[in-house]
């Protein structure tokens, strides 16, 4: 069950990038510079909060925040600098650690990103739309069922009267 149109912030619409990964604009920045704007894929194998490329993270004025160990798709260690830097899409802005990969010249949303800003993913022939976790209800959102939006249903097999005893 969905909460009535009304209710729901924006959905945040993306596209498909050229090898057909789910893509979405963001700004990225550091505390002293506007950012810039990419076009990050969104990758769910990825369980951070995002990755770029190390060499475009200079101009933007990321905190450097120390190193750490990645475990690769295909069981290969890699150590990566990380810094602590901003991302904005739309008017939603969060801050969290962003893996910088000096191989890379791609930029990575993950896993941790749509938790932080409580983000469903929804990928179809059409297009790509992630919509906010409030916005839907029950297993998918993780939530309780609004107030407004509670019904009763009796058990499989009994009536509504049959379940009130």
Known sequence: MLVTPAAMPSPWIGSFGKSG????????SGPFSDGKEFDAIIDT??????????????PLGLILDGTTSVVLADGSTSFNLVARGAVKVGEESKIGTVLLEAGSNEVLLGMDFLRRFKKALFVGAGGVVLLDESALVGAAAGGPVPASAETSHPEPGKSESDSST
């Open 21 to 28: 990964s789910p893509v979405l604009k963001i700004r990225i």
């Open 45 to 58: 194998g990825f369980t951070g909060f995002v990755s770029m490329p190390l060499i475009q993270a200079f």
